[in-house]
């Protein structure tokens, strides 16, 4: 599950809130051990999510860096032509 969560820092344009929210989402997943949660715990879930989701958010805004932003397509490629050469057969 935690594959999915992306770097969001350092990005031209900046993270997305739906973005941030997706990786929170992923986090609490991985740490509850499930995708979808009973009933009894979805709320407990819900504020997990986005708890996470704000405490990134306000990351997100403090990290400061003298490194030029990098580029979501840029950094795509990149991540396709390692995969490509990791299961290649």
Known sequence: MCRNIHQLHNFE?????DEIHAAA??????IAGST????ANQAAFDAAV???AAATA???DNLVTNAPPKDREVEA???RARAEK???S
């Open 13 to 17: 344009p900046p993270a997305t809130p």
């Open 25 to 30: 989402l992923q986090y609490v997943r991985k």
């Open 36 to 39: 979808r949660p009973s009933q």
């Open 50 to 52: 986005a708890a996470v």
């Open 58 to 60: 306000e990351l997100l």
């Open 77 to 79: 490629a990149k991540a």
């Open 86 to 88: 990791r299961y290649a």
